[in-house]
């Protein structure tokens, strides 16, 4: 793999080809995220979404976990300011995750979680965030929040009863019980289970398989399916018909129409010459 830039070496960025590799790397901390970690996430979902070479993105973590949550020792100084300013930097700080999973949920570009060990927290909603997960057999999954006297912050709420339906996504965020991946796979929480030697490189072929469309199609597709569920049929119609609008004029588009074109009519000549067609 070749390694691409960061912000942060919490952060690693590596492309494959068409697949870039996003890898959570705070081991020590289980990948726990701070604040360094999610300004380096953010930078490099923007360099992935810039890269028109880069087609599909899987997201890990390094070391024996996929990410545990937010950092601790951050919850720590948050607490420790002045009274009256605990609510306006919680705000703030509040801002600067859902920016960063809301990038991660909208790139344009088909997205994989690989979930290697723990997926607790906010760890947990940066997965749910992608559009597919396929976890290792060692993997967890907990929406723990309720067990720091919190509430999913990071998109859980959002994203896991689109997955599993209301009541059981209340049952699993109200208990912040963990799952193993194969309850999480039967509850529809996630989509593959590889082994743990072979989930990066399952992760990957998969992606690149995601990958394989016209760009525009792939993205303004992603676009309308994620607001679909929000959405009258007649406002899914109308956000198609621009979004085809938009493909009709794409190269992709073009050179597809052009190559069936040219196939037909060389089947039309070799079945005129009396050949196979």
Not at 75 to 103: C, D, F, I, K, S
Not at 118 to 133: I, K, M, R, S
């Amino acid at each position: 793999m070749t390694p691409t830039s960061a912000d942060s070496d919490a952060i690693l960025l590596q492309a494959d080809g068409p697949v870039a590799v996003l890898t959570l790397n705070r081991p020590a901390a289980r990948n726990a995220i701070d604040d360094a970690m999610r300004a380096a996430l953010m930078a490099a979902l923007d360099q992935v979404a810039r890269d028109d070479g880069v087609k599909a993105l899987v997201v890990t973590g390094a070391g024996r976990g996929f990410c545990a949550g937010g950092d601790v020792k951050s919850m720590q100084a948050r607490l420790a300011v002045p009274p009256g300013e605990v609510a306006l930097n919680g705000w703030r700080r509040q801002q600067r995750t859902h920016h960063a999973v809301a990038m991660l949920h909208a790139l344009p570009k088909p997205t994989i979680a690989a979930v290697n060990g723990a997926a607790t927290g906010l760890g947990c909603d940066l997965a749910l965030a992608c559009d597919f997960v396929i976890a290792a057999e060692s993997a967890r999954f907990a929406m723990s929040y309720i067990l720091r006297g919190l509430i999913p912050d990071g998109g859980g709420m959002y994203f896991l009863p689109r997955r599993v339906g209301l009541a059981r996504a209340k049952e699993l965020i109200f208990t912040g019980r963990t799952l193993e991946p194969a309850e999480a796979l039967r509850l529809g929480m996630i989509e593959r289970v590889a082994g743990d030697d072979s989930l990066l490189a399952e992760a990957c072929a998969w992606a690149a398989e995601l990958g394989q469309g016209a760009p525009a199609a792939l993205a303004l597709s992603k676009g309308i399916l994620d607001q679909s569920s929000e959405l009258s049929v007649e406002q899914v119609f109308a956000l198609g018909s621009q979004a085809q609008a938009i493909c009709y004029s794409s190269r992709e588009h073009q050179e597809a129409v052009a190559a069936f074109l040219d196939g037909v009519a060389q089947r039309r000549a070799a079945r005129a010459a009396g050949q196979p067609a």
